[in-house]
DNA sequence: TAGTGTGAAGTCTTTCACAGCA
DNA sequence: TGCTGTGAAAGACTTCACACTA
């Protein structure tokens, strides 16, 4: 049975949360446990690990090493991965530097931008490369995944050409639909604070 | 009857591309046009405007003027609002600088950090303040929503301090779940990327 | 005629509730 | 006893389909 996507979202916060309890040296964990750190119930914690295949025992829980490598599995994060960033604007730059994305095996081994300022030059540990060359670099350094951080007006341009040399899937930080084939996976920070905005606005009607 | 979470993510949406159509010239769109803009089913457009009491015309569409006012309200964005930004970091910076943001409306009228060789320094035109001014800064500047783009580690404790205050909504950047009881948002860009890992795995399996 | 508004149906997701197991 | 696994029920969201109308 597929695995319905508020269920795969979870399972990255199931995943965050096993591995810091494993940090702290338990060996176990029952769903109620991860319930109370999700916020979510029990009774969903245990469909969505069913979802995994993952068996607990009862009276004592899931086995934490059993339960990481498995949602590690799922979530197609059992192995590293080399992402490109494209753009090395401020967001760019943020991401190059973000310490968890190579925790968890994403490996930012090409960064892209279009300001002759910037090419050539080292930022964040990472020599920022010309938009001409991304097709050939993303051959060469296997690439599967990339991450579109320059503006609205050429975004789509950018996901076209990515797609265009085989990578995989896309995280979109420009604020517009990528009609292309490949998965996008949307970061739209305006959105983001409109549906705080939304939210507060709510309980100022229903207090 | 409430709007649904999914609506209320899709309004946001509807009120992109309504305000790029009217600044292209546009009067009136269809449910159709919409669904085409987003990818979703024109029926999924009339329903979730229909939950607003925005009324179309047959045979026309809506009246873009009318809609953009309608979506601005119902998402709380109809008048500027205050924004803090907690953390100076990399995030911090990319978010000082967000162009998207005063567009908005959502103006960030302080930013605070702990660390000494960036309190009182100006980034991106705003200057650091020391965290132990949070509380009387808050107060003063009337701040109704904070991001949170601090580490893990303090996360929570920022969060406490901002809902104590009376902030009434957060945008949380740190990879944790917010104890407080103010709406909150999260952002969390390696769940993102897990998502998208996800997406290219399952279609390994499933070509 | 091109497009809305909406009951009713369908689908997807969550929760309940409880038998069963270590 | 404490907790799992899961049918069945409930609930939430989406789509269908069509009467209606400017």
Redesign the interface.
Known sequence: MPIP?PT??R???Y??EAEGLLQSGERTVSSSDLAD???VTDAQVRRDLGYLGVRGRPGIGYRLAGLIGRLRT????DRS?N?AIVGAG??G???M??P??P??G?RVVAVFDTDPRLVGKRLEGHVIQPLEDLESVIDEASI??GIIAVPESVAEDVARRLAACGV????NFA???L?VDT?V?D?????????????????EDTP
């Open positions: 996507l795969v979202r399972l990255s916060l995943l965050r750190l999700l916020a799922a979530l197609g994060v991965r992402v401020r967001i730059r943020a991401l530097a973000y968890r994305f925790d968890r994403f599967e995944m995989r899937g896309l995280l604020p517009c639909r009609d998965a996976v970061v739209d920070l305006t959105s983001s604070l409109e549906e705080l905005a939304w939210a507060i606005a709510e309980e």
